[in-house]
């Protein structure tokens, strides 16, 4: 029988899903914060398709977790199941302009070729020092001791800059037993180490004047639009659901910035 969610803070169930001990994590952690529903559509919150050939079809299906808080306007995971050919967690924390607070992106990705792993407490205004440096004196010694065990994942696009921090988390690891093992004992407890850090700054944050509001408003409508515009999981869920339900999903869930949140 097909599993079927009722609202975005039920639990995710993908038969196969790898990334789910970190969703496990992340709904723990917010159980404290006293979380209320995002409003899901239904054919976002819960959809199914098909892929393959006619003769042997494979099943994918993608799952939305979505909360929000006192001081945090969307919290949200994507999670795919594509028959072991995909396995995806893309997580997104994003905070109320009235708060001074970065976003936290976190990206888990499985693939034929291999692992796309990624952590970072992302800033919204990446040249302000009175938005950055406090999280940058924590998140730096934190990023030099995990990126130190791990290999590198290369360079990120010259326009990708302004949105990451330079405690950015970032490896590629091939399938296989050792890979396994790192992400069980390295990318568990970054993940850990750095969404207590974020939840840390999300309990010490107060309210800012309606003028910073403001500045900190265009910053995140800076990021949320080039992470729609760049949005790398864009092709596969166009070749799984179709590019009307993609788009959709990309702009009305996945990277929203109206008022509705």
């Given at each position: 029988m097909s599993y079927k969610r009722l609202t975005s803070l039920d639990p995710v169930e993908l038969e196969g899903w790898?990334?789910?001990?970190?969703?496990?994590?992340?709904?723990?952690?917010?159980?404290?914060?006293?979380?209320?529903?995002?409003?899901?559509?239904?054919?976002?919150?819960?959809?199914?398709?098909?892929?393959?050939?006619?003769?042997?079809?494979?099943?994918?299906?993608?799952?939305?977790?979505?909360?929000?808080?006192?001081?945090?306007?969307?919290?949200?995971?994507?999670?795919?199941?594509?028959?072991?050919?995909?396995?995806?967690?893309?997580?997104?924390?994003?905070?109320?302009?009235?708060?001074?607070?970065?976003?936290?992106?976190?990206?888990?990705?499985?693939?034929?070729?291999?692992?796309?792993?990624?952590?970072?407490?992302?800033?919204?205004?990446?040249?302000?020092?009175?938005?950055?440096?406090?999280?940058?004196?924590?998140?730096?010694?934190?990023?030099?001791?995990?990126?130190?065990?791990?290999p590198p994942g290369g360079p990120i696009p010259k326009e990708a800059e302004p949105y990451f921090s330079p405690g950015f988390l970032w490896t590629r690891l091939p399938l296989g037993l050792e890979a396994d093992r790192i992400i069980s004992e390295v990318i568990m407890p970054a993940f850990k180490d750095y969404f207590s850090l974020y939840l840390n700054l999300v309990n010490n944050a107060i309210e800012v004047t309606k003028g910073r509001s403001s500045d900190l408003l265009l910053g995140q409508e800076s990021y949320m639009r080039y992470r729609a515009e760049k949005d790398p999981a864009r092709r596969m869920l166009t070749s799984f659901f179709g590019k009307e339900w993609t788009e959709f999903y990309i702009h009305d869930v996945l990277f929203d910035l109206s008022e509705e949140k």
């Open positions: 790898r990334w789910a001990p970190f969703l496990n994590e992340i709904i723990h952690s917010f159980s404290s914060l006293q979380p209320t529903i995002s409003p899901i559509a239904a054919d976002f919150l819960n959809k199914e398709s098909t892929f393959g050939s006619k003769i042997k079809p494979q099943k994918v299906q993608t799952q939305t977790w979505a909360c929000r808080t006192n001081k945090l306007r969307h919290v949200r995971a994507a999670c795919v199941e594509a028959s072991g050919t995909a396995s995806v967690l893309n997580f997104l924390v994003h905070p109320l302009e009235s708060y001074d607070l970065p976003f936290f992106g976190a990206d888990f990705v499985t693939l034929s070729s291999g692992h796309l792993l990624a952590l970072d407490l992302q800033p919204v205004i990446k040249s302000d020092k009175l938005h950055t440096q406090a999280v940058w004196r924590d998140l730096l010694p934190m990023h030099a001791r995990w990126q130190s065990i791990l």
